[in-house]
């Protein structure tokens, strides 16, 4: 008994009581609405204030900053609803990944920057790189968890 127990210990697999949450139909979901919510958000408060939201993207250079408003709008809106849903859910992180990959060079060029700024604008990029990756994650589960269930 003593052996297994020091197998399992060092084994890189997940003790039984993680596999069973991971397991969880609903903890799927709440990781979705989790990884989502940024964007709803975003979305939500952007849709409430288009002026501040067209504001935003001229600061960033986009133009046409309404059209661009528009876009991040309906991609931050629509995306986080498909991926909760798990619907399409390689178009929708596709899409909030795009977006995030934008954002990411025009609010966070730490390239261009120095001092305290540079150092926040680049935890910031590698953060919304970290986003774009757990997006890709939840669209390969999507893709895979259809292969098995078919």
């Known amino acids: 008994m003593s052996e297994f127990r020091a197998t399992r210990l060092f084994s890189p697999a997940a003790p039984r009581w993680v596999e069973t949450i991971l397991q969880w139909p609903t903890f799927g979901v709440v990781l979705r609405v989790g990884l989502a919510s940024a964007y709803l958000i975003g979305g939500i408060d952007k849709a409430m204030d288009f002026p501040g939201a067209v504001a935003e993207q001229a600061h960033f250079g986009l133009q046409p900053a309404a059209l661009w408003a ?3 709008i309906a991609v931050e809106l629509i995306g986080a609803v498909l991926l909760i849903v798990d619907r399409w859910t ?12 934008v954002a990411m060079a025009v609010a966070n060029n730490f390239w261009d920057m120095s001092g305290q700024a540079r150092f926040m604008a680049k935890n910031a990029f590698f953060e919304h790189l970290g986003l774009i990756c757990g ?8 893709v895979l968890e259809r292969k098995v269930l078919a």
Do not use: N
């Not at 390689?90 to 990959?101: D, K, N, Q």
């Not at 997006?135 to 999507?142: G, K």
């Open 70 to 72: 528009v876009l991040a």
């Open 135 to 142: 997006l890709a994650c939840v669209a390969r589960l999507s």
């Open 90 to 101: 390689w178009l929708a992180a596709g899409a909030l990944g795009v977006l995030t990959l």
